[in-house]
């Protein structure tokens, strides 16, 4: 099993991808069309909102004891799986 501290670094650094990647793509969203743009922002607003979940779920981790921080990470590993599928799927979709 992955130590906490092992675990938040690991999550962070893939935070950080994730923010750069969503920057790239609310970057991309302002090229096409109005009506495109509005999708564009409505996704971008989703992932913006896992986002800050995830980073709540972050900080959370990094108060929890060590004994506590396990229960914490599968609520983590959920919004970390949603984040990186979401993220997925906009590049998809603004392709």
Known sequence: MMSRDAYVKRLKEQ?????????????R?????????KVY???????????AQLQRQL???QRASEHAWTHIQTGAEKAWKALDASV????????
């Open 15 to 27: 935070l950080d991808r994730w923010n750069g990647e969503i920057d790239r793509l609310e970057a």
């Open 59 to 61: 900080a959370e981790l």
């Open 41 to 51: 922002a409505r996704q971008l607003d989703d992932l913006r909102e896992q986002q």
């Open 29 to 37: 969203s302002k090229q096409p069309l109005a009506q495109a743009k």
């Open 88 to 95: 997925k799927k906009a590049w998809s979709e603004f392709d």
